[in-house]
Protein backbone atom coordinates (compact mmCIF):
# COMPACT_ATOMS: atom_id res chain seq x y z
CA UNK A 1 0.00 0.00 0.00
CA UNK A 2 1.25 3.81 -0.76
CA UNK A 3 2.29 6.52 1.79
CA UNK A 4 0.06 8.96 1.61
CA UNK A 5 2.08 12.46 0.47
CA UNK A 6 2.43 14.24 3.59
CA UNK A 7 1.01 17.26 2.47
CA UNK A 8 -2.71 14.85 1.33
CA UNK A 9 -2.33 13.60 4.88
CA UNK A 10 -1.82 17.58 6.50
CA UNK A 11 -4.80 18.97 4.23
CA UNK A 12 -6.66 15.93 5.46
CA UNK A 13 -5.55 16.83 9.23
CA UNK A 14 -6.71 20.70 8.55
CA UNK A 15 -10.23 19.79 6.59
CA UNK A 16 -10.60 17.25 9.77
CA UNK A 17 -10.26 19.98 12.35
CA UNK A 18 -11.69 22.57 10.57
CA UNK A 19 -15.17 19.79 10.43
CA UNK A 20 -14.96 19.98 14.28
CA UNK A 21 -14.39 23.57 14.85
CA UNK A 22 -17.70 23.67 12.82
CA UNK A 23 -19.37 20.77 14.85
CA UNK A 24 -18.50 22.89 18.16
CA UNK A 25 -19.49 26.67 16.40
CA UNK A 26 -22.92 24.39 15.60
CA UNK A 27 -23.61 23.46 18.96
CA UNK A 28 -22.58 26.93 20.27
CA UNK A 29 -24.91 28.84 17.77
CA UNK A 30 -27.69 25.92 19.09
CA UNK A 31 -27.51 27.04 22.72
CA UNK A 32 -27.23 30.66 22.26
CA UNK A 33 -30.33 30.21 19.81
CA UNK A 34 -31.93 28.67 22.94
CA UNK A 35 -30.78 31.00 25.16
CA UNK A 36 -32.28 34.13 23.12
CA UNK A 37 -35.65 31.82 23.35
CA UNK A 38 -35.63 31.84 27.12
CA UNK A 39 -34.97 35.63 27.11
CA UNK A 40 -38.27 36.26 25.71
CA UNK A 41 -40.24 34.02 28.07
CA UNK A 42 -39.34 36.32 30.92
CA UNK A 43 -41.67 39.54 31.17
CA UNK A 44 -40.32 42.93 30.17
CA UNK A 45 -38.29 44.30 33.23
CA UNK A 46 -37.41 41.20 34.38
CA UNK A 47 -34.22 40.85 36.63
CA UNK A 48 -33.24 37.78 34.54
CA UNK A 49 -34.49 39.16 31.48
CA UNK A 50 -32.20 41.99 31.53
CA UNK A 51 -29.06 40.13 32.89
CA UNK A 52 -29.37 38.07 29.64
CA UNK A 53 -30.24 40.80 27.56
CA UNK A 54 -26.86 42.39 28.63
CA UNK A 55 -25.17 39.45 27.67
CA UNK A 56 -26.00 40.62 24.19
CA UNK A 57 -26.85 37.32 22.75
CA UNK A 58 -27.68 38.57 19.57
CA UNK A 59 -24.62 39.91 18.85
CA UNK A 60 -22.63 36.79 19.82
CA UNK A 61 -25.17 34.79 17.78
CA UNK A 62 -24.45 36.92 14.78
CA UNK A 63 -20.73 36.32 15.06
CA UNK A 64 -21.16 32.04 15.42
CA UNK A 65 -22.87 32.15 12.29
CA UNK A 66 -20.60 34.54 10.14
CA UNK A 67 -17.83 31.89 11.65
CA UNK A 68 -20.18 28.58 10.36
CA UNK A 69 -20.49 30.58 7.53
CA UNK A 70 -16.61 30.85 6.92
CA UNK A 71 -15.92 27.11 7.82
CA UNK A 72 -19.04 26.05 5.55
CA UNK A 73 -17.25 27.99 2.75
CA UNK A 74 -13.67 27.04 3.25
CA UNK A 75 -14.66 23.54 4.09
CA UNK A 76 -16.76 23.56 0.27
CA UNK A 77 -14.11 25.55 -1.67
CA UNK A 78 -10.87 24.52 0.12
CA UNK A 79 -8.84 26.09 -2.48
CA UNK A 80 -10.52 29.40 -2.44
CA UNK A 81 -13.11 30.29 -5.58
Known amino acids: MEQDR ?8 RQAAMVEELRK ?3 VRD ?4 LQRV ?5 EGHR ?11 R ?3 VVEEDIR ?9 RGT
Do not use: C, I, S
Request: aromatic letters at 4%.
Open 70 to 78: DLVERLTYP
Open 6 to 13: PDAAGARQ
Open 31 to 34: RLDG
Open 48 to 58: TRALLEDMQLD
Open 39 to 43: VGTYP
Open 25 to 27: AEL
Open 60 to 62: ALE
